[in-house]
């Protein structure tokens, strides 16, 4: 989905292969859940050596790419893509695509609002909430570039899709792909 977000709006893709059993890239160095429960425990020099080879390219490389733009006077709007399970600790999730963004920031609020309403429209019966699963204040990447730039240099919204949709039926995934890149770019058009 990320490779086809990118290919429409001509952006840069910022990736990696990396699972987070092995080192969560939207976590903040620091938090205790920074790497899979079964890495925690290893000597310092290997989870450094982790960080150095996964975590700290994908997040500078970022970094760089959206210093870059507002050094040339551009205003950034930063997709971030992610999954989430169906059913954390025995209760079940009751969206199919999450938006998490700083409501305090109005052009994530705005880009969010008009986002959710487009691709209700694009995807009928699709159940897209704001700020769930996950609220877009809690610790992560976008939370951390939030602090770097200002609201109207900086928007960021990342999008969570719920891994049934992605391990169900192959059309169902491909069209809900299509509407989400349809949907963004009404949002953005209408913004």
């Known amino acids: 989905m990320a490779r086809e977000l990118s290919a429409a709006f001509r952006a ?8 987070r059993l ?6 903040s160095p620091g938090h205790p859940r920074l ?3 079964t890495l925690r425990h290893l000597p310092r020099e290997e989870r450094e050596s982790i960080l150095a080879e996964h975590y700290r ?4 490389r970022a970094e760089n790419l959206i210093e870059s733009a507002v050094a040339r006077n551009r ?3 930063h997709v971030s893509a992610h999954s989430f399970t169906p059913n954390l600790n025995e209760r079940i999730r009751t969206a ?3 938006l998490l963004y700083d409501p305090a920031r109005p052009g994530e609020a705005g880009l969010s609002a008009r986002w959710k309403a487009a691709l209700q429209r694009a995807a009928s019966g699709l159940r897209v909430r704001r700020n769930y699963p996950y609220a877009g204040t809690d610790d992560g990447f976008m939370p951390y570039l939030r ?3 200002t609201p109207a240099t900086y928007v960021g919204v990342e999008i ?6 992605v391990v169900g039926a192959r059309h169902r995934w491909t069209a809900l792909r299509a509407a989400i890149i349809a949907s963004l770019r009404e949002a953005l058009a209408s913004g």
């Open 12 to 19: 840069p893709l910022v990736y990696s292969t990396v699972t």
């Open 22 to 27: 092995v080192v969560d890239l939207n976590r």
């Open 35 to 37: 790497h899979g429960e």
């Open 57 to 60: 390219p994908y997040r500078t």
């Open 75 to 77: 205003r950034v709007v």
């Open 96 to 98: 199919d695509v999450g």
């Open 147 to 149: 602090t770097r730039f």
């Open 160 to 165: 969570e899709i719920n891994q049934a949709l």
